[in-house]
């Protein structure tokens, strides 16, 4: 048994209350924002080490990247240039890396979550043209769940405002369709051992695309949607568009945030999941 599941196992055992706290609340802690002249930054965040804990299948990268490359280069799909309210333009290139980060996140939540024994769908493949999303990326059990994926450094769990209403459903869904309530929103951190060149995706040589590339993955925690509304949202955790988290990247559009240490913990998560009858 690897510590992770050790360590689950010993919180959902000497932990009787899990049964009886569905609306846990985390307890976040703000970041200190600085203007210097017309520019705001973000100061003191909290430190939080990144220590990979998912050795992704080669077949998972694989169908990541033929997606990725489908979505883009491929022309069967489309992703949005620009986001909801944002300022700036994404490259093909640009919108191939998010695409194939964050399907990477997916599968190596759907894989940790499969190797657990907690029933998980399979991340969505479907190639769909632009206007058109899946309205969640997994479900398990009965709770739906939210991956955001981001580089290995990130320390910032981060969600745009304009995608969500008062009660924390996500809003941002194709015309007629409901709001989605998430019931999950899970951080995945990525490294890699080398950048991603245009050369090594517009020809579609997933050989090529592999070579000297090695996957650092890391799921770094859980956000659950009580601390998100009850917290995030009415406390307003927000990070305001301009803002510069570093001295060169600035926020492109106003996002709510909590930090990676504050978040719900894989052991944690793990216990609330197993402690649902659906896996008893």
Same mark, same amino acid.
């Given at each position: 048994?690897?510590?992770?599941? &050790?360590?689950?196992?010993?919180?959902?055992?000497?932990?009787?209350?899990?049964?009886? &706290?569905?609306?846990?609340?985390?307890?976040?802690?703000?970041?200190?924002?600085?203007?210097?002249?017309?520019?705001?930054?973000?100061?003191?965040?909290?430190?939080?080490?990144?220590?990979?804990?998912?050795?992704?299948? &080669?077949?998972?990268?694989? &169908?990541?990247? #033929?997606?990725?490359?489908?979505?883009?280069?491929?022309? =069967?799909?489309?992703?949005?240039?620009?986001?909801?309210?944002?300022?700036?333009?994404?490259?093909?290139?640009?919108?191939?890396?998010?695409?194939?980060?964050?399907?990477?996140? +997916?599968?190596?939540?759907?894989?940790?979550?499969?190797?657990?024994?907690?029933?998980?769908?399979?991340?969505?493949?479907?190639?769909?043209?632009?206007?058109?999303?899946?309205?969640?990326?997994?479900?398990?059990?009965?709770?739906?769940?939210?991956?955001?994926?981001?580089?290995?450094?990130?320390?910032?769990?981060?969600?745009?405002?304009?995608?969500?209403?008062?009660?924390?459903?996500?809003?941002?869904?194709? +015309?007629?369709?409901?709001?989605?309530?998430?019931?999950?929103?899970?951080?995945?951190?990525?490294?890699?051992?080398?950048?991603?060149? +245009?050369?090594?995706?517009?020809?579609?040589?997933?050989? %090529?695309?592999?070579?000297?590339?090695?996957?650092?993955? %890391?799921?770094?925690?859980?956000?659950?949607?009580?601390?998100?509304?009850?917290?995030?949202?009415? #406390?307003?955790?927000?990070?305001? %568009?301009?803002?510069?988290?570093?001295?060169?990247?600035? =926020?492109?559009?106003?996002?709510?945030?909590?930090?990676?240490?504050?978040?719900?913990?894989? #052991?944690?998560?793990?216990?609330?999941?197993?402690?649902?009858?659906?896996?008893?």
């Amino acid at each position: 048994m690897d510590l992770i599941k &050790e360590a689950a196992l010993d919180y959902y055992q000497s932990s009787s209350q899990i049964k009886d &706290e569905p609306d846990l609340l985390l307890q976040l802690r703000r970041l200190r924002f600085s203007r210097f002249g017309k520019k705001i930054f973000i100061q003191d965040r909290l430190p939080f080490k990144f220590e990979p804990n998912v050795i992704l299948k &080669e077949k998972y990268i694989k &169908e990541a990247f #033929e997606f990725s490359y489908n979505m883009t280069y491929g022309r =069967m799909g489309a992703h949005r240039i620009t986001r909801s309210g944002g300022q700036m333009s994404r490259s093909l290139s640009d919108i191939f890396k998010d695409t194939f980060q964050g399907k990477l996140g +997916e599968f190596a939540v759907y894989q940790f979550l499969t190797n657990y024994g907690i029933e998980c769908t399979a991340p969505d493949l479907e190639v769909l043209p632009l206007g058109y999303w899946d309205e969640y990326d997994l479900k398990a059990g009965s709770e739906l769940i939210s991956v955001k994926t981001t580089k290995g450094n990130g320390t910032l769990l981060l969600l745009e405002t304009d995608h969500y209403n008062k009660d924390g459903a996500y809003t941002a869904v194709p +015309e007629n369709e409901t709001p989605v309530l998430y019931d999950y929103f899970c951080f995945v951190r990525i490294m890699m051992n080398r950048k991603i060149h +245009e050369e090594d995706i517009k020809y579609k040589s997933f050989q %090529q695309f592999m070579s000297n590339q090695v996957f650092h993955i %890391q799921i770094t925690g859980f956000l659950n949607h009580h601390t998100f509304a009850n917290c995030v949202i009415k #406390e307003s955790f927000v990070i305001p %568009q301009g803002a510069y988290i570093t001295e060169n990247i600035k =926020m492109d559009v106003e996002n709510f945030y909590v930090q990676a240490a504050d978040l719900l913990g894989i #052991e944690e998560f793990i216990a609330r999941m197993k402690s649902n009858s659906h896996y008893n």
